[in-house]
């Protein structure tokens, strides 16, 4: 089955998983804006894939005060925008089977 979407951004695309992700959605024929804080890693995302499939948005995702300028300026510059994949996070271990143990405040973003 194809990739059914056309353009994707991608948050926290810089590095390992979002990193390989970006180039795989290119790779299936997607236009992918990548979104990260290394403004060099999003000029070499752009570079390796050429600005016909790929195109960077500096933004750090825990700027809550820039939030919400970001997105009013994705959706201005790509309005063809028709999927958000969301990536970026910290790995943590939660034991989900001890649910008294569970601190849900640690899903949190703060």
Partial sequence: ????????????ATAGIGAAMADKLVEAGAKVIAVGRRHERLDAFVQKHGSDNASSVRFDVNDNAGLDDFVNSVISTYPDLDCVFLNAGIQSMVWLNKPAEVDLDAFLMK
């Fill in 1 to 12: 089955m194809a990739f059914p979407y056309k353009r994707v951004l991608l948050i926290s």
